[in-house]
């Protein structure tokens, strides 16, 4: 059993990969009902566009490449849009990073960085089953 902080509180949100953000908030806001949450962020040095939408209880994180060369651009080269994430929530991310890394999990990131949205680190999919995992602890 892992230890308390690095137990998953919830599912924080879905992260989608699209080719334009402007497209994609018009279709999920006219199309769907959901709601502009916040700020669209440039998360500097990720080459990525972030923008959030509340959808219900539930949260999409909108994904864009902001150059032609970064990860986003060579994931929709190769895969095209759609899921990209599923990010959970913990209550101690530096613990679940040690804890994943001391057990031999493979990570993208060996050590949790600081996004304007909180403190993340990303599971490689082939660790998890296929899915690439988002862990996200919030700012206090």
Not at 23 to 46: C, H, I, K, N, P
Not at 58 to 82: M, Q
């Amino acid at each position: 059993m892992p230890p308390e902080g690095a137990t998953v509180r919830g599912i924080d949100h879905v992260g989608l990969v699209v080719r334009s953000l402007d497209a994609a908030v018009q279709f999920y806001v006219e199309e769907l009902g959901m709601t502009v949450e916040g700020d669209r962020v440039e998360l500097e040095g990720r080459d990525t566009a972030v923008q959030f939408l509340q959808a219900g209880t539930g949260k999409v994180e909108l994904l864009a490449p902001t150059t032609d060369t970064g990860p986003l651009s060579r994931f929709l080269d190769k895969r095209g849009e759609g899921l990209h994430h599923v990010c959970y929530e913990l209550a101690d991310i530096h613990g679940a990073v040690r804890r994943l890394t001391d057990r031999g999990v493979r990570m993208v990131d060996a050590e949790p960085w600081r996004s304007p949205h909180g403190w993340v680190a990303y599971l490689h999919p082939a660790a998890a089953h296929g899915c690439a995992i988002e862990l996200r602890e919030h700012y206090r």
